[in-house]
């Protein structure tokens, strides 16, 4: 099952090609959500790396950040700002459930979603470009953008309801145990110490960690009461709003 999972997580997560899993069910989607963080280092390595060539070929540091920006939208093959731009659709186009699930699955991007890509796509860059000038800004970089992904544990945690029964995600919502949950937190709160230690002061990027559960946690909690539940494009959401966040208290750092 490990295997599956691990297979699971990079072939969703990432633009890594990778063999597809023997089984999808729920345990192994399960295992794949609390398995994010870890399966998304290609794309950490990546940012780290471009972060660290910008410095050597001291090229301007937000120039660098939009560059990082892109290239990690290229790595998800722009997946979750799919699923932020959906997401931001859905939650303005009707009062009617039904009709703002319909707008998610099948609609253009419309002025809702448009403005929500410009503004944290922005906010990313802004924020990463203070992070990007610290000497060791690279290896912080990389590591938040691993920790980011450890929103999809507690997102899809047991008892967080589906908006529908199909589409990507309604396999994985629901699926985490808490434990699992927990775990992968755990292991975003050591990868965002050891950033902030590269940063000089571990408690900026801390906090950040409880900003993006307070974030993600406001985020489920308003599709469930706005949809009924979340789907595969609430997750892509959640995935860029806590490395908005993240990045945002990693800035922070004196």
Known sequence: MARDAWLLATGTLTAVRVPPPSRVDRPVA???MVLAPLAVLPLGIAAGALA??????DLPPLAVAYVVVLALALGTRAFHWDGLADTADGLTASYSAERSLEVMRTGPVGPAGV???????GLQAAALAPVIRHEH????????????RACLAPACVRGVPAARTD?????????VPVVG???TLALAVALVAVAGAALGSVWPPLAGVVLMVAAVVALVFR??????GITGDVLGAAVEVSFAVLVLAAAATP
């Open 223 to 228: 599709c469930v009461r706005r949809l009924g």
């Open 167 to 175: 589409g990507l995600g309604a396999t994985h919502i629901g699926s």
């Open 30 to 32: 399960g295992l794949a």
């Open 52 to 57: 660290l060539l910008g410095s050597w070929l």
């Open 181 to 183: 949950a927990l775990a």
């Open 137 to 148: 800004g690279w290896l912080a970089l990389g590591l938040l953008v691993c920790a980011s």
């Open 115 to 121: 403005v929500a890509v410009v503004l944290v796509a």
